[in-house]
């Protein structure tokens, strides 16, 4: 089963940073595109970031028109980690952050392809 655990989210002023984790347990991490969501209040869950796979694909990374200049994924191999750095936050980034795994060596922004979710990490931005 694959489970997946993110955390770093907190409080932070705008125009600060911060950066969420996210360990993925019981798959082969390498093989499978990974990506970052969010859900604001009253708001549907939308895509924010991801990444290709490392085996069949470079790691290509996409990124959603509202946070490209402002948000990097990387993702450590070694660690099972994905991560998600975050700078010059705004409060309209303010949302919980999930991320997520698809059976797939190729990322999309859509929510509804990914096969996997972990709990997710709040992200408040006070302006």
């Known amino acids: 089963e694959v489970q997946l655990q993110a955390s770093g989210g907190g409080l932070v002023q705008a125009g600060g940073s911060l950066r969420l984790s996210c360990v993925v347990s019981?798959?082969?991490?390498?093989?499978?595109?990974i990506g970052w969501f969010r859900q604001a209040p009253g708001k549907e869950r939308e895509g924010v970031s991801c990444?290709?796979?490392?085996?069949?694909?470079?790691?290509?990374?996409r990124y959603a028109d509202s946070v490209k200049g402002r948000f990097t994924i990387s993702r450590d191999n070694a660690k099972n980690t994905l991560y998600l750095q975050m700078s010059s936050l705004k409060p309209e980034d303010t949302a919980v952050y999930h991320c997520?795994?698809?059976?797939?060596?190729?990322?999309?922004?859509?929510?509804?392809?990914?096969?996997?979710w972990g709990q997710g990490t709040l992200v408040t931005v006070s302006s």
């Open positions: 997520a795994v698809r059976r797939d060596s190729w990322c999309v922004l859509s929510p509804n392809q990914y096969d996997y």
């Open positions: 019981g798959s082969t991490f390498d093989d499978y595109a």
């Open positions: 990444i290709n796979s490392i085996t069949n694909d470079d790691g290509s990374t």
